[in-house]
C-alpha cells in the first residue's frame, strides 16, 4: 500500500481484500486450469459497486476516483490477475468509453447496468491486421437509414462471451484514415454479432478472450458513441485510463509473487536454516520490493494526474511499461526462490509467471509505450 492513504481507501481496500480471501482465492487454480469465467463473482462485485468503481452516482456507479480504481486493480490482481484483468477491461475501457464520450441519454440506458453488474462490458480495438497499429481498423459501418450496418471481425476482445454489450471501433469514411474511425456501442444479443474463437491462452485463463465477429449487423443510428469519425482519437484517450489498470495489475501481480516468495523462504530450509537467512535470497527478495514499490508510486503518479484532469499520456505509459516490466522481474525471481516447487502448480508463483506475459502485451506493448513516451517527450505525439 502506499504510505499515504486515506482513512476511507483503507476502508476499501479491506473490503477487496476480504472479498478476495473469501470469494477468488480458494477457487483459483481451479477456475485456471479449466478456464472457467467466475460469473457468481462477478455479480457479487457488482452488488459491491465494484463494476461501477468510476461511474457517477446519477449513472448508479460508485463514483470513486482513479487512485481508488488502482487500489482496487491491485488488490484483486493479488489474489487472481485474471479477475483483475476482466474487472479493469468493464470498467476503464467498455463502461469507461460510454461515460467519457457517450451522451447522457446514452449513459442513462447503458451505464446502470453496467455498474450493477447486471451486465458486463467489452470493448474491441484490435484486430487481425490492427494490432498495435491500431488505426489500421478493417471493420467498416455503413449508414443505411436511421441504422449503421456492421461488417469487420475484432480479436482478443476480454469479456467477449460474458458481456452484455461491447464498444467497437470501425471506419466510416476509409479516405480519412484514422479520423474516419468511430465507435459503436452494439449489444450482444445482436443477431448480426458472434462470438467466434475462444482463445486457449497461457496465462489470464479464467478472464474470457474471443474474437467478435459482425456480418450485416445493424444498430441504430442513436448508439454511434462520441462523434462521427472520433473513435480513435476517443480511443486513445480511453487507453490512456486503460493504461492505468494495466500497472496496477502489474503491481498486484508482482505484489502476489513477492508475497508467496517471502513466505516459502521463511518455511523452505536448506543447509540447517530457512533460506531466506541466505544472501542471496536476501537480495532477490530486496530487489523484487523494491520494483514493486516503484511500480506503485509510478502508478499512483498516472492516477493522481488522471483525477486533477491533468494530462496523463506519457505518466500512464510510463506506469504501464515499468510495471509490466517490473512484474515479469519479480515473478521470475519468484520461481528461482521456489526452485523446483515453483515449476509446479502446487503452488501460486506458477501461475502468476503465466499471467504476467500479458501485462506486457496488453492495451499496447512495451514498445509502443516506449513509443508513447518518446513522442511526448520530443513533442511528436
Known sequence: MSTVVSAERRAIIQTVREFCDAEIRPHVMRWDEAQEF????????????????LVAEEYGGAALSYMDYQAIIEEIAAADPS?????????????????????????????????????????????????????????????????????????????????????????????????????????LDNPGIRVGKKENKLGMRASDTCTLVMEDCRVPSGNLLGSLGSGWVDSMKVLDGGRISIAALSVGLARGACEAAIAYAKERRQFGKPICEFEAIQFYIAEMATDVDAARLLTERAAAAKDAHEPVTRLSAQAKLFASEAAVRVTERAIQILGGYGFTKDFPVEKYYRDVRLCTVGEGTSEIQKLVIARQLLGKA
Open 38 to 53: 467466475p460469473r457468481e463473482v462477478f455479480r457479487k462485485l457488482g452488488e459491491l459497486g465494484f463494476l461501477g468503481i
Open 83 to 187: 479477475v483483475a484483468l476482466s474487472v479493469a477491461a468493464h470498467n476503464s475501457l467498455g463502461s469507461g468509453h460510454i461515460h467519457q464520450f457517450g451522451t447522457d441519454a446514452q449513459k442513462r440506458r447503458y451505464l446502470p447496468r453496467l455498474a450493477s453488474g447486471e451486465g458486463l462490458a467489452a470493448w474491441g480495438l484490435t484486430e487481425a491486421e490492427a494490432g498495435s497499429d491500431s488505426s489500421g481498423t478493417k471493420t467498416t459501418a455503413v449508414r443505411d437509414g436511421d441504422a449503421w450496418v456492421l461488417n469487420g471481425s475484432k480479436n482478443f476482445i476480454t469479456n467477449a462471451s460474458v458481456g452484455s454489450l461491447a464498444v467497437l471501433m470501425a471506419v466510416t469514411d476509409r479516405e480519412k484514415g484514422s479520423k474516419g474511425i468511430s465507435a459503436f456501442i452494439v449489444e
